[in-house]
């Protein structure tokens, strides 16, 4: 079983909708969590951290479910620019990042 | 946020010759990395690059294909040895966020083509 197991999509949603986003991870030793949003051709950016009680930075709402393995990523009232590929990332305590294949997301006029 | 540079940011390179990637960061940092991301894959992590010590790699990566050189710690280079076709990809460097966190922030990558 993958470590980290992301729906590739892509997701084709209408501008203004809400889309979200599930990861599932199969080991429990996991520490941290984060979504890393990664633009056609251009480098992976920290989009959020995702924390047990949950967390939200503007349209963008992260959630971690220890008990079930799985990180969620809410975005509301998408934006065109919202168009890109999400990925799922975690760590176990040391510095290398673990990443997901990615789910791509189009968002359309 | 660090700023990270790479060079160089693509080359096309004949099978059996080596290609060497410069990452450069504005800032002193403890720890650099080196990843991969094949054509419609995700990233892997090839190695963690020490300062003063020699670097640390993944399953299914060798010093001999991709030896890595750390020698301050605003600056790495990867090697990537003897290339074949298979070595197509983009090579990503990225730095910690001054151990702080877990987070990590990324070279722009070079796109490396093998004939």
């Known amino acids: 079983r993958k470590e980290v197991e992301q729906d590739p999509g892509p997701f084709n949603v209408p501008e203004g909708a809400t889309v979200a986003f599930n990861c599932t991870y199969s080991?429990?030793?996991?520490?941290?969590f984060f979504w890393y949003r990664q633009d056609c051709r251009k480098e992976p950016k920290l989009l959020m951290s995702?924390?047990?009680s949950g967390n939200e930075d503007g349209r963008f709402t992260a959630q971690l479910n220890r008990a079930s393995q799985y990180i969620s990523l809410l975005i509301r009232d998408s934006k065109l620019s919202d168009s890109a590929t999400y990925l799922c990332v975690w760590t176990n305590s040391g510095y290398a990042l673990n990443f997901g294949k990615g789910t791509s997301l189009l968002v359309t006029p | 946020s660090a700023v990270i540079s790479q060079k160089p940011s693509r080359d096309i390179c004949q099978r059996g010759t080596s290609l060497t990637i410069q990452c450069q960061v504005d800032?002193?940092?403890?720890?650099m990395f080196w990843y991969r991301q094949q054509p419609g894959q995700s990233l892997t992590l090839i190695a963690t690059a020490n300062q003063g010590s020699e670097a640390t790699y993944e399953s299914g990566f060798v010093i001999d294909k991709f030896p890595i050189s750390r020698p301050n710690l605003t600056f790495s280079t990867l090697t990537v040895s003897n290339m074949s076709p298979e070595d197509s990809s983009i090579y990503l460097c990225s730095v910690d966020n001054r151990g702080l966190t877990d987070t990590q922030y990324f070279g722009p990558g070079t796109r490396l083509t093998v004939l």
């Open positions: 995702v924390y047990s």
């Open positions: 800032s002193q940092v403890t720890m």
């Open positions: 080991n429990s030793a996991s520490q941290s």
